[in-house]
């Protein structure tokens, strides 16, 4: 099942509407594209996005970043996780980008190129973006090993950076609670809604928590301004009301169980501290949490991500409320 990231069940993409041509701008250290419905500016060395207005309205100031990562469930922990995946949290944490196609126009819009590089050299993730004439965003997403007898890849995606305001999350897949990769049978597909607040557990230790799978399309809005990642195929996706920080482990800082099986952290679920920053994850992948033969052993290998050619692709459209 290497290749379930394509589903055979498609998704039709949205069409892409019309808007005034977009002009590209050379500043000091900035490019800049904008129309009268779009800013958006990116770094010259890196690609990162600097900003992105929509209408008038602020949608981020920081760039879409890639994620390889996931806060280690107790399942995860049980088999170790947080020591032979080590390197895929230091990649997350630790990657650097170049632009590596300054942006041109399309038919469409204008596109450019990001390379993301891992600081091992354990792999390259290539990025093209396209933002269209309306303000629509294109990610194209290609991950590519650069070596040998890598360890599985807990997750495989990339996630934005966005302000508190979004504060309504509604979906196209399962629900209304989380699931995975092999945790469907307590979900039914379907159009569910709620606030981002409320879409995490706190479990008695933090740990990865929101997943959704199967998910066609996603919405999360504020008071005036809606946005929508959909693909032609499904993602897993979830929303945090905090950064990846506030549910991470990190296994130099724990101590040993009395059982030495788990290890132990002084982090606390009724700890998790709502943030400034939302962040929205858009997934290729994230593997399975196991547990159905035991809690310690490792999950299928059905539900492993192995270290290989992926790519997926997603669209984030905006649109003012």
């Given amino acids: 099942m290497g290749s379930v990231y394509y589903s055979e069940k498609?998704?039709?993409?949205?069409?892409i509407t019309t808007g005034e041509n977009l002009k590209l701008n050379s500043l000091e250290g900035v490019f800049q594209i904008k129309n009268?419905?779009?800013?958006f500016k990116i770094n010259s060395e890196t690609g990162e996005i600097l900003s992105w207005v929509f209408e008038?309205?602020?949608?981020?100031?920081?760039?879409?970043?890639?994620?390889?990562?996931?806060p280690p469930s107790d399942n995860d922990l049980g088999?170790?996780?947080?020591?032979?995946?080590?390197?895929?949290?230091?990649?997350?944490?630790?990657?650097?980008?170049?632009?590596?196609?300054?942006?041109s126009n399309t038919t469409n819009g204008i596109a450019y190129n990001v390379n993301y590089?891992?600081?091992?050299?354990?792999?390259?993730?290539?990025?093209?973006?396209?933002?269209?004439?309306?303000?629509k965003l294109k990610v194209n997403y290609s991950f590519k090993?650069?070596?040998?007898?890598?360890?599985?890849i807990p997750r495989l995606g990339m996630y934005l950076n966005l302000s508190n305001k979004f504060e309504n999350v509604s979906w196209y897949g399962n629900g209304p609670h989380e699931s995975y990769w092999d945790r469907k049978t307590g979900v039914k597909t379907g159009v569910y809604s709620g606030k981002v607040v409320d879409e995490f557990h706190r479990y008695s230790r933090p740990q990865e928590t929101g997943n959704k799978t199967d998910v066609r399309w996603m919405k999360l809005a504020s008071e005036d301004l809606e946005l929508k990642i959909s693909s032609s195929s499904y993602l897993n996706a979830s929303v945090w009301p905090f950064s990846m920080n506030e549910l991470d482990f990190n296994s130099e800082d724990a101590g040993k169980s009395a059982s030495g099986l788990v290890p132990v952290t002084k982090k606390h679920g009724a700890d998790?501290?709502?943030?400034?920053?939302?962040?929205?994850?858009?997934?290729?992948?994230?593997?399975g949490v196991g547990g159905d033969t035991s809690w310690g052993r490792h999950v299928h290998d059905e539900y492993t991500i192995k270290?290989?050619?992926?790519?997926?692709?997603?669209?984030i459209t905006p649109k003012t409320i």
């Fill in 10 to 15: 498609k998704v039709k993409d949205e069409l």
């Fill in 36 to 39: 009268k419905k779009v800013d």
């Fill in 56 to 70: 008038g309205k602020s949608i981020t100031n920081k760039p879409i970043e890639p994620n390889f990562w996931r």
């Fill in 79 to 103: 088999n170790g996780m947080d020591k032979w995946a080590k390197m895929w949290q230091s990649a997350s944490y630790n990657y650097h980008s170049e632009l590596v196609k300054k942006p």
């Fill in 117 to 135: 590089l891992l600081p091992n050299n354990e792999a390259v993730v290539e990025v093209y973006y396209e933002i269209f004439n309306s303000g």
């Fill in 145 to 152: 090993p650069n070596q040998t007898n890598l360890p599985n």
């Fill in 272 to 287: 998790i501290k709502i943030g400034k920053t939302i962040q929205w994850n858009i997934d290729c992948l994230q593997m």
């Fill in 307 to 315: 270290p290989k050619k992926y790519s997926y692709s997603f669209t």
